[in-house]
Every structure is written in C-alpha cells, then in structure tokens.
C-alpha cells in the first residue's frame, strides 16, 4: 500500500466513525420514546449505527496504540471506556430486540421510557466527553486520551451500567396489561 493510500485511509477514518455515530444519534432523538414497532426499529437502527461507529473508533485506536506502545495502562485508558460503552449498547439493543413484542404492545412499567431516555442521555454524554477529549493535543499526537476525560468516560459508564441494570429490571420483572 503506496503512502498517499494510507494517508487517505487515515483521512477518511475519522470521517466514517464520526458520521456513523451522528446519523445514529439522530436517529435515537428522532425515536426517542416511540413505543411503535417502526420507532423500536429505528432506536435499534440507531443505536447500531452508534456501536459501529464506535467499532471503527476502536479499531482505528487499537491499532494505532500497538504500533506506538505496549502499555497496558495506555490500553486501559484509550480503549476501556469504549468497550464500556460498546457494552452498553450491545446489552441496549438485546434488551429491546429480547422484549420488543411488550414494549410494543404497551406492557412495560412507566420507569422503562424514563430509564431509557437516561440511558441514551448518558451515552451522549459519554460521546460528547469522547469527542472533547479528542480534541486534546495528547490525543491529537498519540490518540491516546487524557486521564481526566478517561476517567469520566468510565464514571458516566458506571452509571449507564446501574441504568441498564435498572432497565433489564423493569423490562423482566415489571410488565404490565397495557
């Protein structure tokens, strides 16, 4: 591969998972709520777009880290929130795919839309934290980001861990005759 094709890739790398990741966070806001079959269809259409944007990402970082160091600190800050976040939103997407029929047929507890929309609140937050991190020049020499933006990004993934959590809950064990 000629270096004008790998600077090419590399232009174009940021690009795709960026535009990946918004177009599936509109399409989460343009769903946000839908109890309808179509709109569950879009959420998981949207949430999808936001995981593979997030694959690319960390794909992109891994291999641009093992190419530089060997650090396991250094993976453990670059690449754990984003596997946290990948979590997330894997476990997100079973659980809509796993009960789609009673969220559909309105059976679901008043807490499952509440819980939901923190849950998305919190993945944004996580995303904009992510793209202000990238920001930096640490990221910008060696896509390593910096300690303090890790840090938050695993904070906040805690706390999605605990909504999503709550969320299987609600879904599992509170159902409701409509």
């Not at 946290?84 to 997100?92: A, P």
């Not at 795919?97 to 944004?124: C, D, E, H, M, Q």
């Amino acid at each position: 591969m000629s270096s004008s094709s790998g600077n090419i890739i590399q232009l174009m790398m940021p690009i795709s998972y960026i535009s990946l990741i918004t177009i599936g966070i509109i399409l989460l806001f343009a769903t946000i709520g839908s109890k309808s079959i179509d709109g569950l269809n879009g959420t998981i259409a949207g949430y999808s777009l936001i995981l593979a944007g997030i694959l690319l990402l960390v794909s992109l970082l891994f291999l641009d880290i093992s190419m530089k160091t060997n650090s396991i600190m250094t993976y453990i800050y670059s690449l754990g929130p984003f596997l946290i976040i990948l979590g997330i939103i894997s476990y997100t997407i079973y659980l809509i795919v796993t009960y789609k029929n009673r969220i559909v047929g309105g059976n679901v507890a008043p807490g499952y839309v509440s819980f939901s929309n923190i849950s998305i609140i919190l993945i944004l937050v996580q995303l904009f934290i992510f793209y202000t991190g990238t920001k930096q020049k640490d990221f910008a020499i060696n896509y390593r980001l910096n300690k303090v933006y890790s840090m938050m990004l695993y904070f906040i993934g805690i706390l999605n861990i605990v909504t999503i959590i709550t969320l299987n809950i609600i879904l599992k064990y509170y159902s409701t005759d409509g």
